[in-house]
């Protein structure tokens, strides 16, 4: 969670875009400040422990936020993590991918979620991870290893 002075849109997407799960800008009252740690406890979280998801020549280390292809680490953005995560878990519908992407943080449209999607499967083949993004019609996205 990122506490600043810096309250520009420029500056909270550049501070979400980095990592941070949160970002709040000063003035904020203590009542705030609790209520968004007690939401981030609810949320959550794997332990840096939990053995890795491993697909193709992609292997994710979910609790530690760590993407290898290959063994050779692979460099993503906050959100297309977070996209990767969501769907090396399970089948994930769009809703569930636009609350656990987007955080409720902003009102994303369909199209970005689209973009994100667009984007994650182009950094997947240029890294030849062997996965794809395989859209399932009226649910939403599974991760597969493609076929060699």
């Known amino acids: 969670m990122i ?8 500056d909270k997407i550049e501070g979400l875009d980095a990592g941070a799960d949160d970002y709040l800008a000063k003035p904020f009252g ?11 406890m609810r949320r959550g979280g794997e332990t840096a ?3 890795p ?8 280390r979910l609790g530690a936020r760590e993407v290898f292809v290959d063994g050779r680490p692979m460099s993503l953005r906050r ?10 878990r399970r089948a994930t519908p769009r809703e569930t991918l636009l609350a656990e992407v987007y955080d409720g943080g902003l ?5 970005a979620l689209d973009a994100l999607v667009s984007r994650l499967r182009k950094h ?4 030849q991870a062997g996965v794809s993004i395989v859209p399932i019609r009226g649910v939403g996205y599974i991760l597969a290893k493609t076929a060699s």
Do not use: Q, W
């Not at 997947?124 to 890294?127: A, I, K, V």
């Open 30 to 40: 203590m009542d705030e400040l609790i209520a968004r740690v007690r939401a981030r």
């Open 53 to 60: 998801v491993a697909i193709g020549a992609l292997s994710c």
């Open 79 to 88: 959100r297309e993590l977070l996209l990767l995560e969501s769907f090396a």
């Open 3 to 10: 506490l600043t002075a810096r309250d520009a849109v420029s």
């Open 124 to 127: 997947l083949n240029d890294e």
């Open 107 to 111: 009102e994303p449209r369909s199209k």
């Open 49 to 51: 422990t939990e053995p």
